[in-house]
């Protein structure tokens, strides 16, 4: 099985502060992974680097490579990689409709360009992204006068209109009601469910799906634990690792989060 992303010996400073500490991970392709951890411990910047908006600091004898390369045309690496996060749905906050935002998918931009030759295959991947996101009915509608959680489904079938091998989602609860929050789960259970392999950076144990079962801890820039659910996935972990006294209830996978 290939590495999705291998990193050996990586640090991200800023100004003097180190984002991320000497930090090394691999990822192989077929994993469904959880990044967890506190705000400021991380999680973000791994994202950025996986990304290429951002790039390590120090490289060295350090490692940096996704799918097996260490050098990327970005537009290239969007089509293998999909990413949602909150900024990238600030950036459509326009008045492009919800088939507008999965087209823009195809050209790794925000909207449709007069540039930009939307052919009909296009156009039915795109709409077959949006029924596996059960938003079809929105398709014409404006993302501004969408509900968090309705443009985050499209934001979502975006970027899974090229196919990706795998699908990054960074906080994907985050802004989103209850209802949103657990319809959005069972979407994502119906795309790992299609062969899509997710990565799923949150700080919120509601947000782990049954399909998860390798956990990668976040703390202070450093990686915290690292292994498969039974052995990392416990209140003690997670105790540490937030530095306030927890337990964890788990039913059928899905879990809940108490203070004790």
Request: aromatic share 8%; proline share 2%; charged share 20%.
């Amino acid at each position: 099985m290939k590495n999705f992303i291998e990193l050996r010996n990586i640090s991200v400073l800023r100004d003097d502060l180190r984002i991320l500490d000497d930090v090394t991970l691999n990822i192989k392709i077929g994993e469904n992974v959880a990044i967890i951890g506190p705000n400021g411990s991380g999680k973000s910047t791994f994202i950025k680097l996986i990304m290429r908006s951002i790039y390590p600091s120090y490289t060295g004898y350090g490692v940096c490579k996704l799918f097996g390369r260490d050098v990327w045309n970005v537009s290239e690496l969007r089509s293998m990689l999909g990413i949602v996060t909150d900024d990238l749905q600030y950036n459509f906050h326009n008045e492009i409709t919800g088939i507008e935002c999965v087209l823009s998918g195809f050209f790794s931009s925000v909207g449709i360009g007069k540039n930009h030759n939307v052919t009909k295959a296009m156009i039915g991947k795109a709409e077959e992204t949006i029924d596996l996101m059960g938003v079809s009915f929105l398709k014409d509608k404006k993302l501004v006068t969408m509900s968090s959680g309705e443009a985050r489904r499209f934001l979502i079938a975006r970027a899974l209109v090229n196919n990706p091998k795998v699908l990054i989602l960074d906080e994907p609860s985050n802004s989103l009601d209850i209802y949103s929050s657990l319809s959005l789960h069972k979407t994502i259970r119906k795309i790992v469910a299609t062969g899509a392999n997710i990565i799923l950076v949150t700080h919120l144990v509601s947000d782990i799906i049954p399909e998860i079962d390798r956990f990668v801890l976040f703390k202070n820039g450093k990686i915290f634990a690292d292994g498969k659910r039974e052995s990392i996935f416990s209140g003690s972990k997670l105790s540490s690792l937030f530095g306030i006294n927890v337990e964890i209830s788990e039913n059928k996978g899905f879990c809940s989060i108490t203070t004790i």
